[in-house]
């Protein structure tokens, strides 16, 4: 099914080209949540432990504490305690205390962690790189650049404007 095919659309629709384009950018979204999924099928743990895993990665101890986690991957903070306690089992991460509140706890991860991220990032940047190759330099430079540009204003937009439980625009 197309997304044009929803028929979200009221009296109030953007403009054809507008609708046009969110539409193809929300098939692509859907389209490389796929592909990204792809990165985790070489992990020996399920994708949501694999996503935590590879969240603290990216945020190198910024940030990494349970319930920022939890909210950032869209989990409840109870099975996000739950998660972590695996993880910390398995040898995939430790929780040490706050720097400034001993009430809260800094989640990192071990070498073990580290090790299993780097094995599955490697398999899929490599067989990505072997597909990017295959386009011309600069339409690759100028097409992440443009998709940078989209990442940052959808994120910033998003941010100054929350959604509720029901998905509608909180009022601020």
Request: glycine share 6%; with cysteine; charged share 30%.
């Amino acid at each position: 099914m197309r997304i044009e095919q929803l028929d979200i659309w009221d009296k109030d629709s953007p403009a054809p080209w507008v609708r046009d384009a969110t539409g193809r950018w929300a098939h692509l979204l859907v389209r490389s949540a796929l592909i990204y999924m792809d990165l985790f099928s070489a992990s020996p743990l399920s994708r949501t432990k694999t996503e935590i895993l590879y969240m603290l990665f990216l945020q190198d101890g910024e940030r990494s504490e349970p319930a920022l986690l939890a909210d950032r991957l869209h989990v409840s903070r109870q099975s996000m305690t739950g998660l972590l306690d695996q993880l910390e089992g398995g040898g995939f991460v430790s929780r040490d205390a706050h720097e400034t509140d001993r009430r809260r706890k800094v989640v990192r991860l071990t070498s073990k962690g580290l090790r299993l991220v780097r094995t599955i990032a490697e398999r899929t940047l490599r067989r990505d790189a072997g597909l990017i190759a295959a386009f011309p330099k600069r339409e690759v430079l100028d097409t992440l650049g443009l998709v940078e540009r989209l990442c940052d204003k959808v994120e910033a937009w998003a941010a100054d404007h929350p959604l509720d439980a029901a998905g509608r625009i909180k009022d601020r």
